[in-house]
């Protein structure tokens, strides 16, 4: 018995022997709704608002860092990369800003039903 033979056998046997989903009964299928408890929802959006606001600071604070040091640069006469420094803080800012809506998009509807609005 090679070793391919001898896994298919062992995933057939497990696969086997998973237990089966429970009947849906006479009311359709199974379908739990999403949604978070209040409390945990809330303290996410807090947490989540939280991490926003302080990648926000940091990408503030990197433009300003790398344009003191552009200045100085310039003052002394050396060249120095800071461009790439300048883009790689703004590509950063530019993944935070998009975070959130970017999940939104894919993530949103999650925890909706149906005809009923968020």
């Given at each position: 018995?090679?070793?391919?033979?001898?896994?298919?056998?062992?995933?057939?046997?497990?696969?086997?022997?998973?237990?089966?989903?429970?009947?849906?009964?006479?009311?359709?299928?199974?379908?739990?709704?999403?949604?978070?408890p209040?409390q945990?929802?809330?303290?996410?959006?807090?947490?989540?608002?939280?991490?926003?606001?302080?990648?926000?600071?940091?990408?503030?604070?990197?433009?300003?860092?790398?344009?003191?040091?552009?200045?100085?640069?310039?003052?002394?006469?050396?060249?120095?990369?800071?461009?790439?420094?300048?883009?790689?803080?703004?590509?950063?800012?530019?993944?935070?800003?998009?975070?959130?809506?970017?999940?939104?998009?894919?993530?949103?509807?999650?925890?909706?039903?149906?005809?009923?609005?968020?």
């Amino acid at each position: 018995m090679t070793f391919t033979s001898l896994s298919q056998y062992a995933a057939a046997y497990l696969f086997a022997r998973l237990p089966m989903a429970p009947d849906p009964g006479p009311g359709g299928g199974i379908n739990p709704t999403p949604n978070a408890p209040g409390q945990l929802n809330t303290l996410v959006n807090k947490l989540l608002g939280l991490i926003a606001w302080a990648g926000t600071a940091a990408g503030v604070a990197g433009v300003l860092i790398t344009g003191t040091m552009m200045a100085v640069s310039v003052k002394r006469g050396e060249s120095s990369e800071h461009m790439s420094r300048l883009g790689l803080v703004l590509g950063g800012c530019i993944l935070v800003a998009v975070a959130g809506p970017l999940a939104n998009f894919f993530l949103g509807g999650a925890g909706t039903t149906a005809g009923q609005p968020q």
